[in-house]
């Protein structure tokens, strides 16, 4: 990514490589060090597994050729280099971008910002938005953004094809959006339809938060709420949060995120009463007979959530309770937490008043560098894992955790642990 | 800072402190334990020039810090109106807030209150007793760092002019917001007691009678309050966060000093601090270092917004004792650096000294000449290419002028380093980011020409700049990691033949866009 781009890419900075990619390993590391049972796979690995196959690849290289038309390229010799390569490097340019090495025969992309034949996929890092998994099926991302676009397409075959992903046993769709990859869409709601995992937020089985966001949008939770009638799907209640329209709340994981049966995250301006800004709630009942039902809420999202639930619950402030830090750790995904397991949850080491919030609130705080670190020392360079506190975390399930992760570069990406993974299968 | 206010501090995004500090003292260690280089701290000299002036120059710096403050809406109303910024830095003025010369800004602003109307100067004195009253006309952040002058303490006094004054708005687990009522004893808190909380907060609500509310504040006059309430405004005070940057505000011309003029509202203060210093200072006092400054500053309703005299030291490259080059662009107006040339010319038409000056017009985007070009040595620079290909898309527009005897007779030129060979200066370029267009762009955006020679040949850069190091490396440079300094495995020192660059950790520092190079300020250099 250049400066340039930042902004086309969703950025507003951009990140100093190497130092983000050690701290991503750092991430990955710890989840498959104090998850339990946990197994990490990555997209890129699945990617480059389902490119062996000739007809997906033929199939996905069409589908990003229709996608993209950057200007001055030629789309014939662009699909021609895709399809002769090998799936490793077809599966870099498809994530990676495909640099245009300074060759232009065009004058536009001589004088364009982007030196690319394909542009790079960078917030494909966070892996919830584009395909999230409800349940035992998929909710297909249609993102807001053009930049965002190919990232759905390409989990979408990774959803349908890899075995380790699920597919083979092609898992129900929930909503897939008519697009510019697949059907042609001419009705009005499906046109307007965008939706990312991070407005997504299973609550129980049969109960889902969606956030009406900058990026997901109400036409998309009536298409989402008739695939669950449609299909018969597991949730029956669909509480839609109805949220202000800014990057700085881009999806509602970003001010809203369960960590165990009883606590939450929660950013207070916009979900405490009296918070000032507070999100509107329309509660959507999807009935057995497949129709569905609408009812504005007047209350509070966590009373909401406290009646459906019927037992009350814990919300613990992004920030603490100052405005300023509440604004700034919000910012830097201060309510973003990725919750392992119930009461084991990661966030961004900066956001220091949480932490004391998390800590009121019983949570132990740990370091990442406690659990694992990298270790340099006689020409030997690798991960080091504290088997003692790893162990101690996995095996007391009833403990509640509060990992501090590192994250000078991720956290300028705008996404936080949460965003950064997508669980495929929990038990929890 | 926060979110919604970091595009009037002009940074793309928060800064993470700690880290930030560590950053910042590692480089300072360096520079004074590992090279042997007094450094001089800004807010410690601010603290001794405080502590030195006379009460009327601390009322007079204080009522001028608050009336620029005042000046301009508050912040978060500012950044509401990001097209009026695009405006302004388009050099059409900022209309909404300079119509009215006589009456009080907010005037002009929509959906402010009446009552918030503040002091209005009728003549121009230095010092002008503030009105100490509540309610009306009562400026807070003015009485609150009178106090601080009237208790003699200068550290809180300093801290809070460059940290800026905090609204504290708290939102306790109840849910019911409360705010900061706007009035303090010195002395009495002194501190905060609470780790946690920033020092500059000192005081909590009155509790005695429950916590008011912001009815209590509206029917006990104090307005003010109930406005800030309303918008959620977050400081009484704005900090002064680029202040780090201490090069921009100042440079050093020879052996005097050429005070800037800071283009974005932001940075409006700082050239005022540093005029404060270098008055009262003891080690300048009586004596006047500047080359050239906006004398404008002296009067009392100096504005940030509308002068056109802009001159920010980024974009001043002294080259030989004899050649400047100055940077136009929408940091730097041509009419300051006009002013300057004059400036200059008087002197070099009294010292008989002539003075080459070099004037380039860099591209939109870039701010500062010192973000393009860094000079390492006699014969090494940094440059970021595409500015200094000749006729290329991006290139900058170069006019060589003397200054001296005579009729001043510009010319053009479209090869700035060919040029600069006939003036007997021979710098080779090393281009940032090596030669791909990706990495020069990115190595430029982290601030890969802005590196600190320390002697020629020695340097110091960001350690994210690795395209650019490599480059160096090619050219001879020992390229040294900060961490390898730090443990004492290489030792490093100004005096000994070879060249080096030193790699430091910069994740934090470089989020506000500059580099080593303006993170520091040489006030004297013996090589």
């Given amino acids: 990514m250049t400066p340039a781009l930042r902004h086309d890419l969703l950025f507003d900075d951009i990140l100093y490589l190497e130092l983000a990619k050690h701290e991503h390993a750092a991430f990955r590391k710890l989840l498959s060090a104090i998850g339990p049972g946990t197994e990490v796979v990555d997209a890129a690995d699945l990617l480059r597994g389902i490119l062996e196959e000739e007809e997906i690849r033929r199939s996905l290289v069409d589908s990003v050729c229709r996608l993209y038309a950057v200007p001055g390229v030629e789309p014939g010799d662009l699909r021609r280099e895709m399809l002769d390569a090998e799936p490793g490097q077809l599966a870099a340019w498809l994530i990676e971008g495909k640099p245009d090495q300074g060759r232009h025969t065009w004058l536009t992309s001589y004088l364009s910002d982007m030196p690319f034949q394909l542009p790079p996929i960078p917030n494909l890092m966070f892996m919830r938005d584009p395909c999230a998994v409800v349940g035992n099926g998929l909710v297909v991302g249609h993102m807001a953004f053009p930049a965002r676009q190919r990232e759905a397409l390409l989990m979408r075959y990774i959803y349908m094809h890899h075995p380790l992903a699920g597919g083979g046993s092609r898992p129900p769709v929930w909503f897939d959006k008519p697009s510019p990859y697949g059907i042609e869409g001419g009705d009005p709601i499906a046109t307007e339809a965008t939706i990312e995992g991070g407005d997504l937020l299973v609550i129980r089985s049969d109960l889902l938060l969606v956030g009406v966001s900058e990026r997901t949008s109400s036409q998309a939770i009536d298409l989402l709420a008739r695939g669950f009638a449609r299909l018969r799907g597991p949730v029956k209640t669909i509480y839609a949060v109805i949220m202000p329209r800014q990057r700085s709340t881009m999806h509602l994981d970003t001010i809203f995120t369960m960590l165990s049966h009883e606590d939450f995250l929660v950013y207070p301006p916009l979900i405490m009463p009296g918070g000032g800004e507070q999100v509107g709630i329309v509660r959507i009942s999807i009935n057995n007979d497949g129709t569905t039902h609408l009812e504005p809420v007047r209350k509070s999202l966590v009373a909401c959530l406290e009646e459906e639930l019927g037992r009350p619950l814990n919300p613990i402030f992004c920030g603490g309770t100052s405005r300023l830090y509440q604004e700034r750790e919000q910012w830097t995904d201060g309510a973003n937490a990725f919750a392992l397991r119930p009461g084991l949850i990661l966030g961004y080491e900066r956001n220091e008043q949480t932490y004391l919030a998390l800590q009121a609130a019983g949570y132990s705080v740990i370091p990442e560098g406690d659990i694992v670190r990298w270790h340099i020392g006689g020409g030997d360079r690798r991960w080091v894992v504290n088997e003692a506190l790893a162990e101690e975390i996995r095996t007391h399930p009833e403990r509640k955790y509060a990992i501090k992760i590192s994250a000078l570069e991720l956290s300028r990406a705008r996404g936080g642990p949460r965003c950064m993974t997508m669980p495929l299968v929990r038990d929890a | 800072m926060t979110p919604s206010t970091r595009d009037y501090f002009v940074f793309d995004d928060l800064l993470y402190d700690d880290p930030a500090r560590a950053e910042h003292d590692w480089l300072t260690d360096i520079l004074q334990n590992h090279l042997g280089v007094k450094v001089h701290f800004l807010e410690q000299m601010l603290v001794e020039a405080l502590a030195a002036a006379s009460g009327d120059e601390r009322k007079a710096l204080i009522a001028q810090v608050s009336r620029l403050e005042q000046g301009m809406p508050p912040v978060e109303q500012r950044v509401g109106q990001l097209e009026v910024l695009v405006r302004w830095f388009e050099g059409q003025g900022w209309p909404q807030y300079t119509l009215d010369p006589v009456g009080h800004p907010h005037a002009a602003a929509p959906g402010t209150l009446p009552g918030s109307l503040a002091t209005h100067p009728t003549k121009p004195p ?16 003015q009485y609150r760092l009178e106090s601080w002058s009237n208790a003699r303490d200068y550290p809180a006094l300093a801290e809070e002019l460059i940290q800026g004054i905090e609204a504290w708005v708290d939102n306790p687990p109840d849910g019911r917001w409360t705010m900061d009522d706007g009035r303090l004893s010195p002395g009495a808190a002194g501190t905060a007691s609470d780790p946690h909380r920033p020092s500059s907060i000192v005081h909590r609500p009155p509790q005695a009678s429950g916590t008011p509310s912001a009815l209590d504040y509206a029917q006990a006059g104090d307005v003010d309050t109930l406005r800030r309430f309303v918008e959620g405004r977050l400081f009484y005070l704005t900090p002064v966060p680029n202040l780090m940057f201490v090069d921009d505000v100042a440079s050093v011309v020879n052996d005097r000093l050429l005070l800037s003029r800071m283009a974005v509202p932001g940075r409006a203060r700082e050239p005022l601090l540093l005029d404060f210093i270098q008055r009262n200072h003891p080690r300048f006092k009586g004596t006047s270092c500047w080359t050239w400054r906006d004398e404008g500053m002296d009067e009392l309703r100096w504005q940030a917004g509308p002068s056109p005299l802009h001159l920010e030291g980024g974009n001043l490259v002294q080259l030989r004792e004899d050649l400047l080059v100055l940077a136009v662009n929408q940091r730097t107006s041509i009419e300051a650096v006009q002013r300057v040339a004059d400036t200059w010319r008087a002197d070099a038409l009294k010292t008989g000294k002539k003075l080459i000056l070099y004037v380039l017009r860099l591209p939109t985007g870039l ?161």
């Fill in chain 2, 367 to 527: 701010i500062h000449l010192d973000t393009v070009l860094g000079v390492i040595s006699h014969e090494d620079c940094v440059v970021y290419s595409p500015v200094f290909e000749p006729y290329g898309p991006a290139s900058v527009d170069v006019v060589r002028a003397e200054l001296g005897e005579g009729p001043v007779t510009p010319t053009r030129s479209a090869d700035f380093f060919g040029s600069l060979r006939d003036d007997g200066i021979d710098l080779k370029p090393i281009p940032c980011g090596g030669e791909e267009p990706v990495d020069q762009q990115r190595e430029q955006w982290f601030s890969a020409c802005n590196l600190l020679a320390v002697a020629p040949g020695k340097v110091i850069t960001y350690r994210s700049t690795e395209r650019t190091i490599e480059e160096l490396a090619r050219r001879d440079y020992k390229i040294i990691d900060i961490t390898e300094v730090q443990t004492g495995t290489v030792k490093i020192d100004l005096d000994s033949p070879g060249k080096w660059a030193l790699k430091i950790k910069g994740s934090e520092l470089s989020r506000g866009h500059g580099g080593p190079h303006s993170l520091v300020m040489p006030l004297a250099r013996d090589r």
């Fill in chain 2, 126 to 141: 230095r010092a002008e007793s503030p009105p100490l009253r509540n309610g009306e006309g009562f400026d807070y952040s």
